[in-house]
């Protein structure tokens, strides 16, 4: 794509404008739809890492009540 200064060739710069703006519209738009997958999995690994952490808050919690049990039986 041939760019084209203030006072070039009439019609054609314009034209050259508006295919840049064209594409930098669609550029934008791929940007978009990409930051919105990323959004999602961000959001969808932050959903895994909080179940995982729920799960070892758990497994914690109950070795620990085992191990209460056994010292209160000793």
């Known amino acids: 794509m ?3 200064w203030p006072g ?3 019609g054609r710069g ?5 295919d840049t703006l064209a594409a930098l519209q669609a550029a ?3 940007l978009r739809a990409k ?3 990323i959004q999602i999995e961000l959001q ?3 959903s895994k890492v909080s179940k995982l952490e729920r799960e070892k808050s758990h497994e ?3 070795e620990q009540h085992k191990s209460t049990v ?3 039986l000793s």
């Open 35 to 37: 930051l919105t997958d």
């Open 14 to 18: 314009k034209m050259d404008r508006a």
């Open 8 to 10: 070039g060739a009439g």
């Open 28 to 30: 934008n738009e791929d």
């Open 60 to 62: 914690v919690r109950h």
């Open 70 to 72: 056994v010292v209160g």
């Open 44 to 46: 969808q690994e932050k």
């Open 2 to 4: 041939s760019k084209k």
